[in-house]
């Protein structure tokens, strides 16, 4: 390299030209990688549903067989004396139809045991809305039992050794059977969405588990959001610039970023053992989520508090308006969007939360749907990292079903933010 | 009657309080011809308010306390036999009586629970009667008063005001609230935990097996406590396998879309890495130990590693990383953004390419930024749950073999709570005690990154 | 049209400058920003572009090094020529010419490096040395040549950002010439400086001009007639006259640009 200042480089060199072509292939490279880093990402994202939805899709469906049930009021051990229609209701309800049913399938299937053994729940439900089946024959689709389950839907691998398929050759010969003579099909599983938790999987449903989240979300929303308003209202409008002030703020941002397993730790020594509260209920888990909830609330209630502009502000109070009529008639209308997209995303996540649920025994088993935020449920989330636990194909497939409901909620509540947030947003 | 009804009630008597105000301030409003200082409906509210706000609070706080004040004299009005033992057996009788009285059972399954509910059912019903009258009785007297003083020159307009300013302050207190009963209730049965087990042996001890504690009374019932196994895994899988694959990702991510991708294709880019942080933990959970976790052992043992487990921390690690890659390319994108628009042309117009300014220019220019995003995100790793109770397992290794299973402090925690013990055992309260040490390092973690970036983002403003 | 460019006596355009422009326009979205503009700008001379603000001078220089490339809804039509080469053919690549054609920016913009750094960036890049020695070499070269090596042969790992404003400056006047650029253009390189600072960069912008052909951008005609040679004055996307700086200055052709020097305007 020369020392004069006219010193002038050769750009057309061959080591430059050379140097610049190598430092374009890493310009390249480097863009490639960033590119690779998103699409990993998305191909996660995508592998992770599809997955979930090639487990879960089956979940919607179960295997249902025809039987020719003659409600025989002999053998469901109702008597001719139940005159009076109450009456005759109470004794179909109270009436066991297992024999009924078992008998009927051993006579006509071969195998008592191809139906399911909760079968008998959905038949009695239809003799108590309609009476007047009693003394009749009628053919039924019947819930099938697992095998049934899984060899109509194809999950059972031949090519393995007979021992090793899970199901036995008399029932694979069974199912063929039913098959030739129309008596097996795979129908839409409508008792997964509108049933309770239950030990078998094929009759095991979610509705339990969505009106527990419904129950919880509610309790969640209905403190979380006034008293998240209220504190962002206060912060942004009345708070002095003084040390509780700096106090609140500073709780607040830590709270936002608490592991949510503390606030299940928070409700089990305080909610349940310190006021005694009853375990397992829609209430304590929505008291507990709605701490949890409360500083993403209030913190982007803030942001959009603070998005108003001054001017606003400043007309009303110009007309006379008191402080708390400017921000219940103008503040708050105007920031409305703002903080109901922060609070949509903070339920959202509520309702997604497992870990501080399990610590408050929102885990048992609930096979009623409860019908009070004091009755003991479990949610959603909690429903799968259940049935995640259970052994068996059925609950595999029911698992990821109810996966995707979950999802399904969870994505609609973020579009529904993301649509708020893009049609209400203002540029001042 | 019931506690719900006493609220009607005093909801119709606010509301007649401020009917009765409101017209009372109407009247002198015709009649006086000097100014008046508020609208006859803030009369009203003043009104109405005095009647509600006392007598609704203390309704209010009977709704909190009151089931457990009644279970527990219920409890000491049996005789000594028939009670029952504290914790889960104390939860379950009282919810027998409780669903007996409610109607919701029929019978009791024990014995002494059906003995217990007359005497419930009547303590009930006296301590709500008195409650539920005594509520009745303030709101009559503070409607009452409130109509009586009703004149031209109180100022009802302000003291409503007052009384929101009060209230929204009260509400914001919440939080601090949130805060103390967390630390409180985190000290509280960490320092019953250390009464028994010493506190350097939870810190530095290395065995942990919690689970030999069955019974109080048994012989070597305290357990082994030491942590280090504990916070070595959840290091291991939060701060170190998760951050090995969320880094890279989540900078890369951030640094294609922020320097890379036209805006179009950012639009649809962006919302995919959201969505990938909105799906809950317990879906990674699930997906880790069903798909991820298998998949991991039987690679392993392909290549020859036959000790693989199939809950191995690579497994949960790796699904943690994914969970967090939004988290980290979100936060690097703040920072990159943040740096100011001139240092990038002051290196293009050195010709330096978009990689050698990302690299050399950008990147080391918002590293405060991005570090501190790192932080937040090993914090938010170290305490996340779902994932490592259904795929790292509970076995408390200490080892850096990333196919072995390990166990974190947030899977200890839900697997101490959710066994059937009674509450006061070291078993449990061990649980607390990882608890507080887990809040205690993410908040040193959150203040420290928030500093950073927050002192960062000042630099550049 | 009353305004067509009016070109001086004394300044030839013509073929075998540094850098020509032809008929340049340049559009921000549907905006014209530059119109139809043709230029020369020739080595050993400072050439300024003066005018009011908003009147396409910066938006012009940044097309001399594509730097309107980082721009997304910039466009740029027309031909702008480095040695008779179109910078604007596919071939042309982006990175040679940035480092052939300097630019120093109107606000200060030193990397939040050491100043040592700030200056080796550029060679590193460009390979420009392979040895610590060679590098230390350039870094000293290049900050004399700025005039700031007395000030901070002692504080080299300091970092550049901790420096006063007009020191950033000659930093970064001395981070452009440290990859041995044939042209520098200053985007209003003293727009952020005090008096004592500007007339620093002057003597130095003086100084370099016997090596490099330098553009500088103004809006402060004092300085243009300090230390330019030639001047282009631009009125609303248009070059409105091009000349002497001192025929512009004494003798201006056009009214529009006589307007402008007496302070009628702009």
Redesign the interface.
């Known amino acids: 390299m020369s020392q004069s200042g006219t010193r002038k480089l050769d750009w057309q060199s061959k080591e430059m030209q050379a140097r610049v072509r190598r430092r374009y292939v890493r310009e390249r490279r480097f863009r490639r990688v960033g590119l690779g880093a998103v699409i990993i990402a998305a191909s996660f994202l995508a592998f992770l549903l599809f997955t979930i939805t090639s487990n879960g899709i089956g979940g919607f469906r179960r295997a249902e067989l025809a039987l020719d049930l003659n409600y025989d009021p002999a053998i469901l051990g109702i008597q001719a004396s139940d005159s009076s229609e109450e009456a005759a209701a109470t004794a179909v309800s109270r009436a066991d139809f297992r024999p009924l049913l078992a008998s009927a399938a051993q006579a006509q299937l071969g195998d008592s045991s191809l139906v399911s053994e909760g079968a008998w729940l959905a038949v009695r439900d239809q003799v108590v809305e309609d009476p007047s089946l009693i003394g009749t024959t009628q053919r039924v689709w019947v819930v099938g039992a697992p095998n049934m389950d899984i060899l109509a839907k194809g999950q059972v691998d031949f090519d393995l050794a007979p021992d090793r398929r899970g199901v036995s050759t008399a029932t694979v010969a069974a199912y063929r059977t039913l098959r030739e003579e129309g008596r097996i099909r795979l129908a839409f599983n409508s008792g997964f969405l509108t049933q309770a938790d239950s030990t078998n999987s094929e009759l095991a449903g979610i509705w339990g588990a969505l009106i527990g989240s419904i129950l919880t979300m509610a309790i969640t929303l209905g403190i979380s959001f006034p008293l998240g308003v209220m504190t962002a209202v206060y912060l942004e409008e009345y708070a002095p610039k003084n040390k509780l002030t700096d106090i609140i703020e500073v709780s607040i941002n830590n709270l936002a970023a608490v592991p949510s397993i503390i606030f299940g730790l928070l409700g089990l020594a305080v909610f349940l053992n310190t006021f005694g509260m009853q375990r397992s209920a829609p209430v304590v888990g929505g008291l507990t989520l709605a701490l949890m909830t409360l500083p993403v609330i209030v913190i982007s209630s803030r942001v959009a508090l603070k998005s108003v502009p001054p001017s606003i502000r400043d007309a009303a109070l110009g007309i006379g308006a008191s402080r708390l009529q400017v921000i219940l008639h103008h503040l708050i209308p105007v920031a409305l969007p703002g903080i109901l997209t922060g609070t949509i995303i903070g339920l959202s996540r509520a309702l997604g939360e497992t870990a501080p649920l399990l610590l408050i025994g929102m885990r048992a088993f609930v096979s009623d749907v409860p019908e009070g935020v004091t009755e003991p449920a479990t949610v959603l989330p909690v429903q799968i990292f259940l049935w995640s636990d259970e052994v068996g194909r059925g609950f595999v497939e029911k698992t990821s079903a109810a996966i995707m409901v979950l999802l399904t909620v969870l994505l609609s509540m973020n579009a529904v933010a993301i649509y708020l947030r893009n049609k209400f947003e203002r540029r001042w | 009657m019931s506690l719900g009804a006493f609220a009607l009630v005093l909801l119709a008597l606010a509301t007649l309080s401020y009917v009765a105000a409101r017209a009372r301030a109407r009247a002198f409003k015709v009649d006086s011809h000097h100014h008046v200082h508020s609208r006859p409906s803030y009369h009203g509210l003043r009104a109405g308010l005095t009647a509600l706000v006392p007598a609704g609070l203390l309704i209010l706080a009977w709704g909190i306390v009151g089931d457990g004040v009644v279970a527990e004299q219920t409890l000491s009005q049996l005789p000594e036999a028939s009670r029952p033992a504290p914790g889960l057996d104390k939860q379950a009788f009282l919810n027998e009586v409780r669903g007996v009285v409610s109607g919701e059972l029929p019978a009791a399954f024990r014995p002494a629970a059906n003995e217990a509910v007359p005497i419930y059912r009547s303590t009930q019903q006296s301590w709500t009667l008195l409650i539920g009258g005594l509520a009745v009785l303030l709101a009559l007297i503070g409607g009452g008063y409130a109509w009586l003083r009703t004149a031209p020159d109180v100022r009802a307009r302000t003291q409503v005001e007052m009384f929101a300013t009060v209230v929204l302050a009260l509400a914001s207190l919440i939080a601090i609230l949130t805060t103390l009963g967390i630390v409180l209730s985190l000290l509280y049965e960490s320092l019953e935990f250390f009464s028994r087990v010493n506190p350097l042996e939870f810190i530095f001890g290395t065995q942990w097996s919690p689970q030999t504690a069955i019974r109080a009374d048994q012989v070597g019932s305290s357990g082994a406590f030491g942590a280090v196994p504990l916070f070595w895994g959840t290091i291991f899988i939060g701060a170190i396998i998760a951050m090995l694959v969320a880094i890279p990702l989540g900078l890369m991510a951030a640094i294609y879309l922020t320097q890379y991708a036209r805006s179009s294709t950012r639009k649809i880019l962006k919302p995919l890495l959201e969505i990938l942080a909105g799906v809950p933990t317990v879906v990674y959970g699930y997906f880790a130990a069903l798909t991820v976790a298998p998949a991991v052992r039987d690679l392993a043992i392909s290549v020859g590693i036959e000790s693989a487990s199939s809950e191995s921390a690579l497994a949960a690690g790796s699904v943690m990383g994914i969970m967090i890659i939004p988290f980290i390319s979100s936060m690097a994108d703040d920072a990159l953004s943040s740096v100011p628009g001139a240092m990038r042309d002051g290196s293009f117009a050195l010709g330096a390419t978009s990689s050698e300014t990302i690299k050399r220019v950008l990147v080391p220019a918002a590293l405060p930024g991005i570090v501190g995003g790192v932080l937040l995100a090993i914090s938010r790793a170290i305490g996340e749950t779902m994932i490592v109770v259904m795929a790292a397992g509970q076995a408390a290794n200490l080892t850096a073999n990333p196919l072995e299973s390990v166990t974190t402090v947030t899977a200890q925690i839900v697997q101490l709570l959710t066994g059937d013990q009674e509450f006061d055992s070291a078993k449990t309260l061990s649980a607390f005690a990882l608890g507080l040490v887990l809040f205690i390092v993410t908040l040193m973690l959150n203040i420290y990154a928030l500093t950073v970036v927050k002192r960062y983002r000042e630099a550049y403003e | 049209m009353p305004d067509a460019t009016v070109v001086h006596d004394e300044v030839v355009m013509a073929d075998g400058a540094k850098m020509t422009a032809r008929d340049v326009d340049v559009f921000y979205g549907e905006k014209q920003a530059v119109d139809k503009v043709s230029i020369d700008v020739d080595s050993h001379y400072v050439t300024a572009f003066i005018g009011p603000s908003g009147c396409g001078k910066s938006t012009f220089l940044r097309c001399f090094?594509r730097?309107n490339d980082?721009i997304?809804i910039a466009r740029v039509g027309g031909r702008i020529e480095l040695d008779g080469k179109d910078i604007y053919d596919p071939k042309m690549?982006?990175?040679?010419?940035?480092?052939?054609v300097?630019?120093v920016?109107q606000?200060p913009?030193?990397?939040?490096?050491s100043i040592y750094e700030n200056i080796a960036?550029?060679p590193r890049?460009?390979?420009?040395?392979s040895a610590k020695a060679?590098m230390d070499?350039?870094v000293e070269?290049s900050l004399t040549?700025a005039g700031l090596w007395n000030e901070v042969k002692d504080r080299l790992d300091e970092s550049g950002t901790a420096m006063s404003g007009g020191q950033q400056q000659r930093l970064?006047i001395a981070?452009?010439i440290a990859?041995?650029p044939?042209v520098i253009l200053m985007d209003e390189p003293c727009s952020a400086l005090d008096p004592i600072a500007t007339a620093r960069i002057e003597e130095l912008i003086d100084d370099l001009r016997?090596?490099y052909a330098i553009v500088i951008v103004t809006h402060n005609m004092q300085q243009a007639a300090r230390v330019s040679q030639r001047t282009a004055f631009f009125h609303l996307g248009n070059l409105v006259e091009y000349g002497g700086t001192e025929a512009i200055f004494t003798n201006p052709r056009a009214d529009r640009t006589r307007d402008y020097i007496t302070g009628r305007f702009g």
């Open positions: 090094n730097m980082t997304d690549d982006v990175v040679q010419l940035r480092a052939r300097g630019m920016f606000k913009n030193p990397f939040p490096k960036y550029g890049i460009h390979g420009l040395a060679d070499e350039i070269r040549r970064c981070r452009a990859v041995d044939e016997g090596n």
